[in-house]
């Protein structure tokens, strides 16, 4: 079940989960649930297995499983992604279902502004493809439509740990009218590129919402050398950053000493560009000096403290030495050609 980085594809190291549950994501529909609800196969968390845990209808599973099939047909689900977007690639993981996995799955999607009903239009985005046990499946996607649901089939029947649906948020710049947004936004498309150190995770801290534990954000080891840690943010839109929040909920004992921020504008460069930020970054213009923070709090950061420095694509955010923090937002305007 172990994979490297260099084993995980580029549209899954380089995109966002649309079919994430901490995003927004929502199950809508399945044939059958009788052993594992389809909410947790939308679980943001590795799938877990407890050998000796079971509950009413058998075998407690993390993931979404159905029964033994004993007619014909197969069964199915519909997850509304948490926005609208375009798919890259899928992942469908049969972690810990060894004998109860299913021999195949096809996957469809579709574009529409409520529920799916019995006149929607589904497009398939992934053909019949196999499975197999206790394993992550990537595929690739090449349809170039915005869709707002997945309809994954099963055939015939089984469990599947997880479904994660790796793609860009469609942003509708003309939708914004000119107001600020958070360009950070997991939502908008913002996404982390690199970063010094997440032993303790990173996937949350440009999430919506406030954290609601203190492992729901970005939080580093103990810095045991010299210097600080940092991560850099792909901004969702090339923009200007006009104020920033920075939440240290339920960061007591170990929140940052302090923060600061840098940006660079780095043109419309594509996923290649990545790997070469991180070289460069500690020389990108500074628009917020390092300021101190307090533990589980909210810090703004207005006009009065952000140095205006026109539009940009990436913010790179250092704390010092280390720490945790549960969000950070990136507030402000989408250039403009």
């Known amino acids: 079940m172990s994979n490297t980085n260099e084993d995980i594809p580029a ?11 901490g995003l927004g994501a929502k199950p809508i529909f399945a044939t059958d649930e009788f052993f594992a609800p389809l909410e947790r196969m939308l679980s943001d968390e590795p799938a877990i297995f407890y050998p000796e845990k079971f509950d009413d209808n058998g075998k407690w599973m993390d993931g979404w499983e159905t029964r033994r099939r004993r007619s014909s047909g197969h069964d199915y ?14 992942d469908v993981d049969t972690a810990h279902f060894t004998g109860n996995y299913p021999p195949a799955c096809r996957i469809e999607a579709c574009y529409i502004a409520g ?26 996607c090449s349809s170039k439509h915005v869709w707002t649901h997945v309809r994954l ?35 908008l498309g913002g996404r982390v590129v690199a970063m010094s150190n997440a032993h303790y995770g990173y996937q949350r801290l440009l999430a919506p919402g406030r ?71 500690m020389f990108w213009e500074e628009i917020l000096p390092v ?21 940009v694509t990436h913010a790179r955010f250092n704390i010092y030495p280390d720490g945790g923090v549960s969000r950070l937002r990136l507030l402000g305007k989408i250039a403009r050609g």
């Open 77 to 90: 689900a519909i997850i509304r992604l948490a926005a609208a977007g375009t798919i890259y690639g899928l």
């Open 115 to 140: 529920e799916p009903d019995e006149s929607t239009v589904w497009t398939e985005v992934l053909g019949l493809s196999q499975l197999g046990a206790s394993s992550h499946h990537y595929f690739p």
């Open 153 to 187: 089939h099963i055939h015939p029947d089984g469990g599947v740990a997880r479904l994660r649906v790796y793609g860009q948020p469609s942003l509708d710049i003309d939708s914004v009218n000119g107001e600020a947004v958070d360009l950070a936004s997991s939502l």
């Open 11 to 21: 549209f899954a190291r380089n995109s966002i989960n649309l079919a994430s549950a």
């Open 291 to 311: 300021q101190k923070l307090s533990a589980d709090n909210i810090h703004e950061y207005g006009g009065n403290q952000i140095k205006q420095n026109g539009a």
């Open 211 to 281: 954290g609601i534990n203190m492992g729901d954000g970005w939080e580093t080891r103990r810095r045991r050398e010299p210097g600080n840690d940092w991560i850099i943010v792909k901004l969702a839109a090339r923009g200007t950053i006009e104020s920033a929040i920075v939440d240290t909920a339920h960061f007591k004992g170990n929140y940052p000493d302090a923060c600061s921020i840098q940006v660079a504008d780095l043109g419309d460069a594509g996923e290649s560009l990545d790997e070469l930020v991180v070289a460069s970054s």
